[in-house]
């Protein structure tokens, strides 16, 4: 057996929105399982192959604990270090995590989500009339991307929308990979102090939401966990938006580029939640969110990964495994994508998973029903796409009709 002696520096960028950095692909072929080093200085392994992934996501000798000193941070910080929130629940391993996941999980059932269709609907149609009553062009990201899921988050919890001004930025600056430990540090503080603040309120007055749930079930079964609520709605706050927008973005942008898969949409919106699935592997927006440490020596064929080694699961590179998907770089709305790794895999696969389909299935199938000309206000090459970003997205979207 051997360790990787391929200390190159990581690419973090995409030069082509449509597509992984040609290194992760390239690692993808000739060295699956490799030590890189990340932009700041530090090293760290990387799994960019579909399988090696999944086992790294589900092997119990990876620790998902950011908190551990060789946890890896793309902006040269190591793992460690203060934090203004309780540990969340995407960063805890056994015993604390099953508990932990199982408090809440009841909350984004497929059945739950389901009994959300129509509010989603109704917030959808809502920002879709006030576009066509507005002028043009508008910003698709600011008009309908980044409100709807905003908005759905927000009463799904119980925080107040008139606020979301204030979570989107913090929001932004917590994902911004560029920025200092202490910008970071500080935009997490500052978010950490208003959660606690609508927590508190929750706790003297357990409203009909999430939050307002959870309250009420700890306090029939004991006392109630302030600490963990905070870090619970700090999680959810960021991903339950964040991501989604993008993908709301990036996915129109995607099928107005591909006249042919939406005019297949179009003849048959059944299709529209397998053409979301290969919207959610051709893009993979969270390629750098998710990293381990491994607790012990880990086997990958001939290669070892040590312990106490840092890892990044390079799933946007997974997601174009040829062994798993056929043609994996073609854009294919047939094709059965299911079982991408966007929403990660394993006992920490994403708890909204089933929320983001629901709100993208409905904003696509009544965006383009709706506004049938639908097109570009700029030529493509003038987009500008966020590559300073944690999560892969657009930072505008100007179209017309």
């Excluded at 934090?83 to 909350?107: F, N």
């Excluded at 042919?260 to 592997?281: C, I, M, S, Y």
């Excluded at 381990?292 to 174009?320: K, M, S």
């Excluded at 394993?346 to 199938?365: D, K």
Aim: hydrophobic fraction near 40%.
């Amino acid at each position: 057996m051997t360790t990787a002696d391929s200390t190159e520096t990581l690419q973090i960028a995409r030069t082509c929105p449509y597509a992984p950095p040609e290194q992760h692909l390239r690692l993808l072929r000739e060295q699956p399982v490799t030590e890189v080093t990340l932009p700041g200085g530090s090293n760290a392994w990387v799994a960019t192959r579909y399988q090696d992934i999944r086992k790294v996501l589900s092997d119990p000798r990876f620790s998902a604990d950011r908190r551990h000193p060789n946890a890896p941070k793309l902006n040269g910080e190591m793992g460690g270090g203060e934090s203004p929130l309780p540990k969340m629940m995407l960063e805890m391993d056994p015993p604390e995590h099953g508990p932990a996941r199982r408090a809440v999980i009841g909350e984004f059932t497929v059945r739950r989500m389901a009994a959300l269709r129509p509010r989603i609907q109704q917030i959808v149609d809502e920002h879709l009339d006030a576009m066509l009553a507005g002028p043009r062009p508008v910003d698709l990201v600011q008009a309908l991307a980044l409100p709807v899921p905003s908005l759905v988050i927000c009463e799904l919890l119980g925080v107040p929308y008139d606020e979301h001004d204030f979570f989107q930025t913090h929001s932004a600056q917590l994902l911004n990979h560029t920025i200092t430990p202490q910008e970071r540090q500080h935009a997490a503080l500052e978010l950490a102090i208003y959660l606690d603040k609508l927590i508190k309120a929750k706790e003297e007055n357990p409203t009909d939401d999430l939050l307002g749930r959870q309250v009420r079930k700890q306090r029939e079964s004991g006392e109630v966990d302030h600490g963990g609520l905070l870090s619970l709605a700090f999680l959810l706050l960021i991903a339950g938006h964040e991501t989604t927008a993008n993908m709301i973005s990036l996915g129109t942008y995607m099928l107005l580029q591909h006249p042919d898969a939406l005019d297949a949409l179009r003849a048959d919106p059944d299709k529209t939640a397998g053409a979301v699935e290969e919207l959610l592997r051709h893009f993979t927006i969270a390629e750098f969110a998710i990293m381990r440490v491994a607790l012990e020596d880990v086997e990958f064929g001939d290669t070892v990964i040590p312990a106490g080694a840092g890892v990044l699961t390079l799933a946007n590179a997974g997601n174009r495994d040829p062994e798993v998907f056929e043609e994996a770089d073609r854009f294919d709305i047939e094709r059965d994508a299911r079982s991408h790794l966007a929403f990660g895999y394993g006992p920490h696969q994403c708890l909204g998973q089933s929320l983001a389909r629901v709100e993208l299935e409905i904003v696509f199938s009544t965006l383009f029903r709706r506004i049938p000309g639908l097109r570009l206000a700029v030529p493509a090459e003038q987009l500008s796409f966020k590559d300073d970003a944690a999560v892969y997205g657009m930072h505008e979207l100007p179209v017309t009709w």
